[in-house]
């Protein structure tokens, strides 16, 4: 049987911060430390987190969404 490589894992991560989990999540998957995946989104609810700030250094694309309701 011959060895077969799998599609790689497609991360979606979501942040409303600093993101410093998120980058150490960038590293690990750019190092190797997490094999065979590839960042694919950040989602964010505020549109100034850091965050997104990692996320455009490294390329990945990011979205915002204001769930911010009205209260009644």
């Not at 150490?24 to 987190?49: D, Y």
Request: aromatic share 6%; net charge positive; charged share 15%.
């Amino acid at each position: 049987m011959a060895d077969q490589q799998q599609p790689p894992c497609r991360i979606l991560v979501m942040a409303s911060g600093n993101g410093s989990n998120f980058q150490a999540l960038i590293n690990a998957v750019a190092t190797g430390r997490v094999p065979n995946s590839q960042i694919i989104r950040l989602i964010v609810n505020r549109a100034k987190a850091y965050a997104t700030t990692r996320a455009d250094q490294a390329g990945i694309i990011i979205l915002f969404y204001n769930y911010k309701s009205k209260m009644t």
